[in-house]
């Protein structure tokens, strides 16, 4: 087997030094991250980013992502965005965004791909459900669990728990920040300074990709009605420079302004942060941190328009009827496992005995939970409460 690359192909080395004569002063350079926490040689084809992306990619948590959901549940239809398919939105968002700005592609795709592990089955109600179900016993936050699932849950190899990933990656998916996401972190993450500019771009993306495909599920579905979504100057731009009429937005329609309006968000986005990123014009990573404040974001005439069609949703999306009624039920699914797994630990299983052994009843039980697709869980609610169905 050769012992080294043809002169005409890349290795590692490569990529380090093609980063750190391409990439912006203020981006993360692979060869700079603080490392992983135990010791584990890289690759000589890979950078260290490239290497945390694989892995995530590789776990049973991301697999998972496929049958959850985030406002719809899966029983309502299969047609609906998954947090798998999210997950890809925002990967690609943000690796458009870092290209334009010269940030790290790569440490935005590993965020991107991580950012969403801790979540609960049932989107944002099963999370709810859960952090109350956990409130005496250390609460529940998926940006925790996210790091929990990275850290110690994953079990893929022998040498150390969880994916051993660089610090960098394990920061951004702490301090993701959105509207939905606290990014709360304790002293090992310094709470103090910002995150850098890849895990900043994933914050912004992931914003973009959720308030467009949750606008674009809503009109698909036909809980959204286009005449009431005129009243918003976004959308009518949106639909203006797409070309499409108020009176007829069709399928294709639909799909012609949410592109265009995902086209609109990304723009002003890379235009306002170069702005300032060029009249900061930090030197380094760490002068991105030492800011303290996110230096990615939207001009303020957008985020006001956005802000109008964040209130839109909330009002006729996210509290309509049929969404409430699903969430309601859903969050009944998560509350009666929890209780009947806690009346009696010894219908879990083998592993989750272990666990507990591990780290405790109710956090174990949490960890279980937390972990299982809306289809998943569906099953043993009915395994349980159901008489007509196997046990087994």
Not at 100 to 125: C, K, Q, W, Y
Not at 357 to 372: N, W
Request: hydrophobic content about 35%; proline content about 5%; overall charge negative.
């Amino acid at each position: 087997m050769p012992d080294r690359l043809p002169s005409s192909f890349r290795s590692r080395l490569d990529f380090e030094q093609w980063e750190q004569e391409w990439l912006a002063p203020w981006a993360m350079k692979s060869k700079d991250s603080r490392g992983r926490d135990y010791p584990d040689p890289e690759k000589p084809y890979r950078s260290a980013f490239q290497r945390d992306r694989d892995r995530v990619v590789h776990t049973t948590a991301f697999r998972r992502l496929e049958y959850k959901t985030q406002v719809f549940v899966s029983y309502e239809g299969d047609y609906y965005r998954t947090r798998l398919t999210h997950t890809i939105e925002v990967a690609q968002i943000g690796r458009t965004i870092a290209r334009a700005l010269r940030a790290n592609e790569d440490l935005v795709e590993a965020i991107a791909m991580a950012h969403d592990l801790g979540h609960t089955p049932f989107g944002h109600s099963g999370e709810e459900a859960l952090h109350e179900l956990m409130a005496d016993h250390g609460g529940f936050d998926h940006n925790h669990q996210a790091l929990r699932l990275v850290t110690k849950l994953e079990r893929r190899y022998p040498d150390f728990p969880g994916l051993n990933l660089t610090w960098e990656v394990r920061e951004g998916i702490i301090k993701h920040k959105t509207e939905y996401d606290k990014g709360n972190c304790g002293p090992e993450f310094e709470p103090h300074k910002a995150p850098t500019v890849e895990a900043q771009i994933v914050n912004c993306a992931d914003e973009i990709a959720y308030m467009t495909h949750d606008l674009d599920d809503g009109l698909r579905v036909g809980l959204l009605d286009p005449k009431d979504l005129h009243e918003l100057p976004l959308w009518r731009l949106a639909l203006k420079e797409a070309g499409v009429t108020a009176e007829r937005v069709d399928e294709i329609g639909r799909h012609r302004v949410v592109r265009r309006l995902i086209d609109i968000e990304v723009t002003d986005l890379i235009m306002t942060s170069a702005t300032a990123l060029s009249q900061h014009d930090p030197r380094s990573p760490e002068d991105v941190r030492c800011l303290g404040r996110s230096i990615i974001g939207h001009s303020g005439e957008l985020e006001a328009l956005n802000r109008e069609l964040k209130d839109f949703l909330l009002q006729k999306l996210y509290r309509h009827w049929q969404v409430l009624r699903m969430a309601n039920k859903a969050q009944r699914f998560v509350r009666q496992l929890f209780q009947a797994y806690v009346a009696e630990p010894r219908q879990l299983p083998d592993s989750v005995q272990h666990a507990i052994e591990e780290h405790g009843l109710y956090r174990a039980i949490c960890d279980y939970i937390a972990g299982m697709t809306d289809r998943y869980a569906l099953q043993e609610y009915r395994k349980l409460f159901d008489p007509d169905v196997s046990m087994a």
